[in-house]
Nanobody, 127 residues
Framework: QVHVVESGGGLVQAGGSLRLSCAAS????????MGWFRQAPGKEREFVTA????????YYADSVKGRFTISRDNAKNTVYLQMNSLKPEDTAVYYC????????????????????WGQGTQVTVSS
């Protein structure tokens, strides 16, 4: 099995930046993709960004393009989410996930495409 742990959340003012980390342990060698999702109070969990482990291709939700960047450290089995120009609407619990059975872009961007999830880290952006 795979264990996923997020860290780096906090409270920032609008326009500020945060960097989230996601460390994966266990049998991660066969992971097809790792992604970030977020969930605000009363709302459904939504796709933020993901990276294909084999190719390095990245995908972003329209709402974060140009502001967020996903990257990886292969040696550490770690992915990062650099968040710049943060907005109050970015406030949510951010979850990192590993998908070992993801196939195609559709499943890469969907919660059902991932089988291992972290505990979540709170990001709060004040206006």
């Amino acid at each position: 099995q795979v264990h996923v742990v997020e860290s780096g959340g906090g409270l920032v003012q609008a326009g500020g930046s945060l960097r989230l980390s996601c460390a994966a342990s266990g049998r991660t060698f066969s992971s097809y993709a790792m992604g970030w999702f977020r969930q605000a109070p009363g709302k459904e969990r939504e796709f933020v960004t993901a990276i294909s482990w084999s190719s390095g291709s990245t995908y972003y939700a329209d709402s974060v393009k140009g502001r967020f960047t996903i990257s990886r450290d292969n040696a550490k089995n770690t992915v990062y989410l650099q968040m710049n120009s943060l907005k109050p609407e970015d406030t949510a619990v951010y979850y990192c996930a590993a998908g070992t059975t993801v196939r195609g872009i559709a499943t890469l961007k969907a919660t059902f495409g991932y089988d291992y999830w972290g505990q979540g880290t709170q990001v709060t952006v004040s206006s």
